[in-house]
């Protein structure tokens, strides 16, 4: 038996547990501590203890070290905090990675694709923070290209690093295609316009939802020069985020004096939508660029996108149909968070497989439900602490009358889901065809106008509502697909204003209960589809435990929590005090508060 406690620090951090090649829990730390984006992974270590007595390793995983004069073979937090954690004595081997981020975005995006061998394609801010003899500083990964064999080989064939020195293009390896440039990076330069948009740099998935209400401008400098970012636009905070110089650029003077970027309550010009737009379709292009490197290099057809870019929906769906030849695999877990699983894998193979011990491959995962189990017997227990909540026995049947009649409905049950989206575990379901659908539930969960919601549809009815570009299905929610003519009316509030929908499919194997519930609401509207959108408010982590979801449900306008597992509904009419009418407004698009 082998058992692997890996950790990834930094922001999304998180915690993997592997026993014997498959994954016990993966949990991001912001899900137990909630403070969002937490990058310090120490609750989540305390979980191990509940699924076993010892590790055989503790992995940790990071973009850096931990400071310029750090030690990482002396003794550090993740060391201490272990000791802490075990009641008796505890031997184990401790890996620490740190220069091969992009590698560990490889490792779980290439393990879970289930294809023999593929070309990894992948792009993020800024991965590991490098150094070179070539020039004095500090270099980081932009974009990188291996190609991948099983069980888990990987070769370097493109690497784009970058710089703040000004050193043009500098050739470093010619074996691994590696290269230095000052130019930013593709996600860079999309954490640029993030910025410019008024947005924080890492809430990329907004700039991503804004970019569809842009149109092309001509007044805008082009996001790219050359196949590389382009310098005379943006500058490079390495490792945190970039900046538009908009100073340079006349159309952006005046709207950056029109339209401050910041404050209590902001408002997107066209300007900025229309940079949105840019840096979405440049950006789709750059990384298709990309995607065609990697077939012309290594002479792949299966390919698996990962880092921070590979959550982008809309790109992913865009892949897709500009390859229809190519097996895409787009890697649910893409961003840092997933790199404690790319770590786990990464010791499995390299400290143990490879040295000759024996140990069972990994098989891809069914599923994403990475999070802990909780006990649904204990649910009820929690009640006593919310003595406005009500508990009454229901049924799926019951559940779907309740959402068609114009209720939110959250749900609860099971393992919670990995990544950032919910896939029915942690929910908040609407009924998809209400006309005003997405204002309600943006404004109950305090979020911006032009933020889309998702669906989850019966697998078995998604080709009668949606375009799926050759695909069978969508589990893990990572395409914003094309609906069919007709369908935008028939369920509006989940359609984006591009006529496009970032759809989950389930299938009674995959979720029993939520397959269940949404066959139920079929069966009252017509409509195999529920909308769903992340169980949390706005700012918040998803919740984790029920606890997490009667705080929510206590201190929102949501009433209803359906737990299925014990067919239960929780009812729970919010008296909080700071709950006034005028709370949870969000900004329309013509500048207007409305609920």
């Known amino acids: 038996m082998s058992i692997i406690l890996s950790c990834s620090r930094g922001h999304n951090a998180s915690t993997t547990l592997l026993i014997d090649g ?23 270590l305390t979980k191990v203890f509940d699924y076993v007595d010892h590790i055989d390793h503790l992995v940790v995983c990071h973009t850096h070290r931990a ?20 009641k008796k004595k505890l031997t184990y081997e401790v890996t620490y990675i740190d ?17 023999d061998s593929a070309a990894c394609v992948i792009a993020d801010g800024a991965g590991s923070f490098l150094h070179t003899e070539a020039f004095d500083g500090t270099i980081f990964e932009f974009e990188t290209i291996f190609h991948a064999q099983k069980p888990l080989n990987l070769r370097t064939v493109y690497k784009h690093l970058g710089t703040d020195s000004a050193i043009g293009y500098v050739r470093l390896d010619d074996d691994t295609g590696t290269f230095a440039t000052e130019y ?8 640029a316009v993030t910025r410019y948009c008024g947005f924080m740099s890492i809430d990329a998935g907004k700039t991503m939802g804004l970019s569809p209400y842009g149109k092309p401008n001509p007044d805008i400098p082009p996001m790219f020069r050359n196949g590389f970012g382009n310098r005379d636009v943006f500058k490079p905070n390495y490792p945190n985020g970039a900046y538009v110089m908009h100073e340079m650029y006349p159309t952006l003077i005046e709207d ?51 880092g921070g870019y590979g959550l982008n929906c809309v790109a992913n769906y865009q892949f897709k149909k500009r390859f229809p030849n190519l097996n895409i695999y787009c890697e649910p877990i893409s961003h840092d968070g997933g790199t ?39 649910y009820l227990d929690h009640i006593e602490e919310y003595p406005e909540a009500k508990v009454s026995d ?46 309600i539930v943006n404004g109950v969960k305090h979020r911006e106008y032009f933020r889309p919601f998702a669906c989850s549809i019966l697998a078995d009815k998604v080709h009668d509502w949606f375009d799926l570009a050759g695909m069978d299905e969508s589990p893990s929610m990572m395409y914003a697909v094309d609906a069919l003519p007709g369908v935008a009316e028939k369920i509006p509030s989940v359609i984006h ?35 769903n959108t992340s169980f949390n408010l706005g700012g918040d982590p998803l919740v984790e435990d029920i606890d997490d979801a009667l705080d929510t449900l206590s201190t929102s306008d949501i009433d209803y929590m359906y737990l299925p597992e014990i067919q239960k509904l929780i009812t729970i009419k919010s008296n909080c005090p700071n709950m006034e009418k005028d709370d949870g407004k969000m900004l329309s698009e013509d500048g207007d508060d409305k609920l």
């Open 99 to 115: 220069q091969i981020h992009h590698e560990q975005h490889a490792n779980v995006g290439f393990i879970n694709s289930g294809f």
């Open 497 to 531: 204003v591009d006529g496009t929908c970032r759809i989950q499919t389930v299938t009674k194997e995959q979720n029993e209960n939520y397959y269940n519930l949404i066959s139920a609401f079929e069966k009252l509207s017509d409509v195999p589809i529920l909308f």
């Open 22 to 44: 498959e994954i016990a829990f993966y949990l991001e730390e912001e899900r137990l501590s909630r403070f969002k984006r937490d990058g310090t992974p120490l609750l989540g």
């Open 394 to 439: 229901t049924s799926d049947k019951e559940i779907a009358k309740l959402i068609r009649d114009g209720n939110i409905v959250t749900i609860f049950q099971g393992r919670s889901e990995g990544g950032p989206r919910a896939l029915g575990n942690r929910s908040i379901l609407f009924d998809p065809t209400v006309k005003d659908g997405k204002d």
């Open 184 to 191: 930013p990076g593709i996600v860079k330069e999309y954490e």
């Open 67 to 86: 400071g310029p004069q750090a030690d990482w073979t002396g003794e550090d937090l993740y060391k201490s905090w272990m000791r802490k954690l075990c």
């Open 340 to 378: 404690s699983i790319g770590g786990a894998y990464h010791v499995y193979y390299h400290n143990y497989f490879n040295k000759g011990k024996t140990i069972i491959p990994i098989k891809p995962p069914k599923d994403i439900y990475y999070g802990p189990q909780y006990d649904p017997d204990t």
């Open 256 to 306: 950056v004096k029109q339209h401050p970027q910041d404050g209590e309550n902001p408002r997107w010009s066209q300007v900025q939508k229309d940079m949105a737009y840019a840096i979405q379709k440049e950006s789709e292009e750059q990384i298709g660029n990309l995607i065609q490197k990697a077939v012309d290099i290594t002479g792949e057809k299966n390919i698996v996108i990962c």
